[in-house]
């Protein structure tokens, strides 16, 4: 699918690889609407690219509909391109100290970044399903998913991380499935050790260990190396129902 001229939805687009996302498919002509909770930082990003901001929960489903509204009503169009960032990445054992439990960690993050993820997907599927089909490719949308390579290597006090982003990925082909009636492509991207506000937030000696882990090349991902495979995986139409690990070859220890 060619982005010049279509409509795209960034979630988790106020910073990190859903900022990078927004700039990128704006930069290849996309006219960008960037999904936020943090209003303020989508706003910001928005103006850099003369996109459109607009804030929700994603993990209320209600809310993520009023901002496909807004979204549609605002560009005269629903998204073609939809591309799931949003997400948060909480720590905590399953039984931690003097067996205090984590199904609070748990719930939060299933909520967030899995549930997030079905209702911005399932709200984009449902819309892309009216548009008329593009022109060279003859699909209606492509929705892009974030995982993270978590999902088959997770380490200890990533139990909730894990099964959410596990969840994404292996939705990802059902999902494919189902939509391919209707000329929508579902992909899953699974990055791995990235410069991102949740890396920088590490103390400079754990980071350091971190990326001393990576076989080649030996540092952190760049944001704007995700946005790049989006991109990519919008314009190249073969590519469906996968997960795509993006990591330096990676592979997480069990700490």
Sequence with gaps: MKIAGKV???????????????????????????????????????????GFAV??????????????????????SAPMIVVNCAGIGMAARIVGREGKLSFDVFEKTLRVNLFGTYNVMSH?????????????????????????????????????????????ASMCLPAAREFAQTG???????????????????????????????????????ADEYAALAQHIVENPFLNGTTIRLDGAVRLPPR
């Design 8 to 50: 795209a939805l960034v979630s988790g687009g106020a910073s990190g690889l859903g900022a990078a996302t927004a700039r990128r498919l704006a930069r290849e002509g996309a006219k960008v609407a960037v999904l936020d909770f943090n209003l303020e930082g989508a706003r910001a990003v928005a103006a850099e690219v003369d």
């Design 55 to 76: 804030q929700a929960d994603v993990g209320d489903a209600d809310a993520v509909g009023a901002a496909f509204d807004a979204v549609e009503q605002h560009f005269g």
């Design 124 to 168: 984009a599927a449902a819309r892309m399903a009216t548009l008329t089909p593009d022109e060279d490719a003859g699909e209606r949308g492509v929705v892009i998913n974030t995982a993270s390579v978590a999902w088959q290597d997770g380490q200890l006090g990533q139990a909730a991380y894990a099964a959410s982003k596990g969840a994404i």
């Design 184 to 222: 929508i492509r579902v992909m899953a991207i699974a990055p791995g050790l990235f410069h991102t506000p949740m890396m920088e937030g590490l103390p400079e000696e754990i980071a350091a260990k971190i990326t001393a882990n990576i076989p080649f090349p030996p540092r952190l991902g760049e």
